[in-house]
C-alpha cells in the first residue's frame, strides 16, 4: 500500500502551509513505526499532478493524505475504502485512514 502525504510546508498564493491532515497521519507513524516500516510513503507537491498518485486514481482523486491499498487487499479495507474509476481501492479520509491503521496493525484504541 501507498500513503500519499502533501510535503511537511507548501507554498500556495505566495504564503507557506503545511497540511494539518497530513500531520496527524504523520503523527501516528512516528508514534508507532510499525506503519511506517510497513506502508510506502510518498510525499507530494500541493500543486496538481500530485506525483503519481493519478495514475492510481485518476486526476479527480488527487486530495492528501490517501493510502492506495494493495490490489486484493482484504484486511477490512471495504468498510473504509472507496473505489476510484480506475479500479484502485482507496481511503482518503484522514480519520478512516487512521482507524485503518489502528486495526490494521493492532494499535492501542482512540480515548
Known amino acids: 500500500m501507498i500513503l500519499y502525504l502533501l510535503k511537511r510546508d507548501f507554498n500556495d498564493g505566495g504564503k507557506k502551509y503545511f497540511c494539518p ?5 504523520e503523527g501516528l507513524m ?4 510499525e506503519i511506517r516500516h510497513n506502508v510506502e ?4 507537491d500541493f500543486q496538481k499532478p500530485r506525483g503519481d498518485l493519478p495514475v492510481f486514481l485518476g ?3 488527487q486530495v492528501c493524505p490517501n493510502l492506495v491499498l494493495n490490489e486484493g487487499d482484504q484486511f477490512g479495507s471495504e468498510k473504509f475504502s472507496v473505489s476510484a474509476h480506475t479500479g484502485m481501492r482507496h481511503i482518503d479520509k484522514t480519520d478512516d485512514i487512521i482507524q485503518y ?5 493492532d494499535l492501542p484504541e482512540k480515548h
Do not use: S
Request: charged letters at 25%; glycine letters at 0%.
Open 30 to 33: 512516528a508514534m508507532f513505526p
Open 101 to 105: 491503521f489502528i486495526e490494521r496493525f
Open 21 to 25: 491532515y497530513c500531520m496527524r497521519v
Open 41 to 44: 510513503v510518498r510525499y507530494v
Open 59 to 61: 486526476e479527480t482523486n
